[in-house]
Antibody, heavy 123, light 107 residues
C-alpha cells in the first residue's frame, strides 16, 4: 500500500528557508499517471495548494508563492521536496504532501495524502 | 484565478438527515471539480472527483452533481462518522488549483 510521509523542521526562523521532503513508500514516484505536490493549511483555516511536480521534472506552482518556491523530485530516493525562502509568520501551517492523478498532462484529484507536518515560523 | 464559494459555512443536522452543500465557481470549470472530507486533526480525503464520480471505498450515501459553475455535494442518511469539514476544489484552470472555504458539518 502506497504511503506518503513528510519530514522536516517543525520550527523555522523568520526570513529563513523552509525545506520539507515527502518520502513515498510502497510504490514508485516515477508513475506516468501521477503528479506529486504540496498543500498547506494555516491554523483554523482552509486549504491552499502550493505546487505540483511530475517525476520528469515539469512543475506547476501557485503564483502567490512562485517567487519563493522551488520543488524538486528525486526518483532514485523516491522522494520529492519543497523549498520556500524568506518565510514569515503567515507561512505557519500544516504542510501536507499528496499524490495527484494526472489529467490531460496536468495535476488533478489528490487521492493520497501524507499525515501532515506542523511548521511554525517564529523567532 | 477562479474563486470557489461554498455554502453554508457550517450546518447542524440529525442522524439520518439529507445534507446538501453547494459550491459555486467564479467561471466555467466544466466538470473539473473535486470534493474532500477532512476530520479534525486528519488529512483530507478524496470523496468525489470530476463532479460526480465516487472515489473507491467511499460510502454510496455520498453523491455529487453539477457542471459549469454550480455544484452540489449530497450526503444521504447522515451518520456520526460524517462529522467533518468538506471542501470543494477546482482544477480546470491552473495554476492555481483552488479550494472552497469549507463547510463544517455537525450533528
Amino acid at each position: 500500500q502506497l504511503k506518503l510521509q513528510e519530514s522536516g523542521p517543525g520550527l523555522v526562523r523568520p526570513s529563513e528557508t523552509l525545506a520539507l521532503t515527502c518520502t513515498v513508500s510502497g510504490g514508485s514516484i516515477s508513475s506516468v499517471d501521477h503528479f506529486w505536490g504540496w498543500i498547506r493549511q494555516p491554523p483554523g483555516k482552509g486549504l491552499e495548494w502550493i505546487g505540483s511536480i511530475y517525476f520528469a521534472g515539469n512543475s506547476y506552482y501557485n503564483p502567490s508563492l512562485k517567487d519563493r518556491l522551488t520543488m524538486s523530485v528525486d526518483p532514485s530516493k523516491n522522494h520529492f521536496s519543497l523549498s520556500l525562502t524568506s518565510v514569515a509568520a503567515v507561512d505557519t501551517a500544516i504542510y501536507y504532501c499528496a499524490r495527484f492523478r494526472r489529467r490531460a498532462a496536468r495535476p488533478g484529484p489528490q487521492d493520497l495524502w501524507g499525515q501532515g507536518i506542523q511548521v511554525t515560523v517564529s523567532s | 484565478d477562479i474563486q470557489m464559494t461554498q455554502s453554508p459555512s457550517s450546518l447542524s443536522a440529525s442522524v439520518g438527515d439529507r445534507v446538501t452543500i453547494t459550491c459555486q465557481a467564479s467561471d466555467d470549470i466544466r466538470m473539473f471539480l473535486n470534493w474532500y472530507k477532512q476530520k479534525p486533526g486528519k488529512a483530507p480525503e478524496l470523496l468525489i472527483y470530476d463532479a460526480s464520480n465516487l472515489e473507491t471505498g467511499v460510502p454510496s450515501r455520498f453523491s455529487g452533481s453539477g457542471s459549469g459553475t454550480d455544484f452540489t455535494l449530497t450526503i444521504n442518511n447522515l451518520q456520526p462518522d460524517d462529522v467533518a469539514t468538506y471542501f470543494c476544489q477546482q482544477y480546470d484552470d491552473l495554476p492555481p488549483l483552488t479550494f472552497g472555504g469549507g463547510t463544517k458539518v455537525e450533528i
